[in-house]
């Protein structure tokens, strides 16, 4: 089942803070976060396993509550890079049998 | 250059014809997944298949179907083609269960 994300959308402005949210129905193994540009490929922004870890890359974090089904990607200060779709991953089971579904995604832009 | 190779970049086709996609993962990653983009529905996980052998399936239509040929490579299939098949299809690649690698994407239209 398709997980969902809040909000479809977010404009900020430089150096503004925002925060994605993802929750899923099912019980998770793993949380995965990409961010596309338009016209290109989705990009892998982290990978969170089950243990309610949070991790961090650059001004770009993330936390996974196992219990809650639900993860949440942190962007501080943000850059006009950070523009894009997020689209959080989960996966229901490890091992090589793996179904890694896709939210609908959650456009941030940011302007000047 | 995320190291996966999806052939061709655009397909435009018509109804009713078939279609292959194909798509060369990144040096030895064994899993390779098909995805669905269109506008209203985001990333639609089709299919993953693990050094040849299929693990994972999801809201694949029977029109289309899906292998992982020796050496890594796999092509999807997609017949019988209709116009709300026009979409972007990824294809990623993975060593395992780690992060995806995805392809630039193939643009299909059916006119």
């Known amino acids: 089942q398709q997980p969902v994300q809040s909000p479809q959308a977010v404009i900020l402005r430089e150096g503004e803070d925002a925060v994605i949210n993802c929750s899923s129905s099912?019980?998770?193994?793993?949380v995965h976060w990409y961010r596309q540009k338009h016209g290109e490929a989705p990009v892998f922004l982290m990978i969170l396993l089950k243990g309610g870890e949070q991790k961090g890359h650059d001004k770009i974090s993330a936390s996974f509550n196992e219990k809650k089904q639900q993860s949440s990607l942190y962007l501080t200060a943000s850059q006009l890079s950070y523009s894009g779709t997020y689209f959080c991953g989960t996966g229901s089971s490890g091992g090589s049998n793996y179904k890694l579904t896709f939210g609908k995604g959650t456009l941030l832009t940011v302007n000047p | 250059d995320s190291g996966v190779t999806q052939t061709p970049k655009h397909l435009i086709t018509a109804t009713g014809q078939r279609v292959t996609l194909r798509c060369s993962p990144r040096?030895?990653?064994?899993?390779v997944y098909w995805y669905q983009q269109s506008l209203d529905q985001g990333l639609q996980f089709l299919i993953q298949?693990?050094?040849?052998?299929?693990?994972a399936k999801g809201n694949i239509l029977e029109r289309f179907s899906a292998q992982q040929f020796p050496d890594l490579h796999s092509e999807l299939n997609l017949s019988s083609l209709e116009l709300g098949d026009s979409a972007l299809y990824f294809c990623a690649s993975s060593p395992g269960n780690e992060k995806l690698f995805f392809g630039s994407g193939t643009q299909l239209s059916v006119l």
């Open positions: 040096s030895g990653d064994l899993s």
């Open positions: 298949y693990y050094n040849g052998e299929e693990r």
């Open positions: 099912k019980a998770l193994y793993s």
